[in-house]
T-cell receptor, first 111, second 113 residues
Framework: GENVEQHPSTLSVQEGDSAVIKCTYS??????FPWYKQELGKRPQLIID?????GEKKDQRIAVTLNKTAKHFSLHITETQPEDSAVYFC??????????FGTGTSLTVIP | DAGVTQSPTHLIKTRGQQVTLRCSPK?????VSWYQQALGQGPQFIFQ???????QRGNFPDRFSGHQFPNYSSELNVNALLLGDSALYLC????????????FGSGTRLTVV
C-alpha cells in the first residue's frame, strides 16, 4: 500500500516568514494530493490540493508543488500569520480510494 | 449547514464494552469513509461504505464493523473495546469515485477506560 512520510514534525516561524512542509509518497499510482489544516479539537479542513497532472498550484498565501518523478510534494505558506498556527497533514490517494495521511506538522507562528 | 455531522461528540466506555458511532454525510454525497485518529497522529483509514456495502477496508481487526443505510448515513461499531481504541473517530463523505469534495465531520472523541 501507499506510505506517506511528512517532515518536519514541528515547525516554528516568526510572523511574516515563510513555512515549508514536505511529504513523500511511495505509490506511483497516487494521483491526488490534498493538504489539511487541523486546529485543536476541530475537524481537518482542506486548504489546498493538487492532482498529478499539475506541478504547482497557488491560492493566495498558500502554494503546493508536486514532483512526480521524485514522488514528493510540498506545502508553502508565505507571510505567515498567528492564525496559521495549527497541525497540517498531507495525504495521497487514487481517485475514489482511501486517503493515506502523513503524521502531521505542528506549525507555530510566533507574533 | 449541510455538512457532515457525527454523533456523539464525546464518549467514555469501559474496556470490553461495545460502541456505536454515527455519521450523516454532506447533502448530495453517497459515500462514507471512517478514519481513526490517535493523539498526535494522522488519520488512519478504517473502511469505506457505498451502496450499503463495505467497499474498501484498512488494516483494522474485525472488531471494527460498519453499516450504511439507504439514506447514506453510516454507523461504525467497535466490539470488545481496548484501551488502544481511544482516539478521535472521523467520518468523511464524498461522491463515489471522486476525490474532490471529500469532507470531514468534527469527529467523535472516544475514551476507553
Amino acid at each position: 500500500g501507499e506510505n506517506v512520510e511528512q517532515h518536519p514534525s514541528t515547525l516554528s516561524v516568526q510572523e511574516g516568514d515563510s513555512a515549508v512542509i514536505k511529504c513523500t509518497y511511495s505509490d506511483s499510482a497516487s494521483n491526488y494530493f490534498p493538504w489539511y489544516k487541523q486546529e485543536l479539537g476541530k475537524r481537518p479542513q482542506l486548504i489546498i490540493d493538487i492532482r498529478s497532472n499539475v506541478g504547482e498550484k497557488k491560492d493566495q498565501r498558500i502554494a503546493v508543488t508536486l514532483n512526480k518523478t521524485a514522488k514528493h510534494f510540498s506545502l508553502h505558506i508565505t507571510e505567515t500569520q498567528p492564525e496559521d498556527s495549527a497541525v497540517y497533514f498531507c495525504a495521497a490517494s487514487r481517485a475514489g480510494n482511501q486517503f493515506y495521511f502523513g503524521t502531521g506538522t505542528s506549525l507555530t507562528v510566533i507574533p | 449547514d449541510a455538512g457532515v455531522t457525527q454523533s456523539p461528540t464525546h464518549l467514555i466506555k469501559t474496556r470490553g464494552q461495545q460502541v456505536t458511532l454515527r455519521c450523516s454525510p454532506k447533502s448530495g454525497h453517497d459515500t462514507v469513509s471512517w478514519y481513526q485518529q490517535a493523539l498526535g497522529q494522522g488519520p488512519q483509514f478504517i473502511f469505506q461504505y457505498y451502496e450499503e456495502e463495505e467497499r474498501q477496508r484498512g488494516n483494522f481487526p474485525d472488531r471494527f464493523s460498519g453499516h450504511q443505510f439507504p439514506n447514506y448515513s453510516s454507523e461504525l461499531n467497535v466490539n470488545a473495546l481496548l484501551l488502544g481504541d481511544s482516539a478521535l473517530y472521523l467520518c468523511a463523505s464524498s461522491l463515489q469515485g471522486a476525490d474532490y469534495g471529500y469532507t470531514f465531520g468534527s469527529g467523535t472523541r472516544l475514551t476507553v477506560v
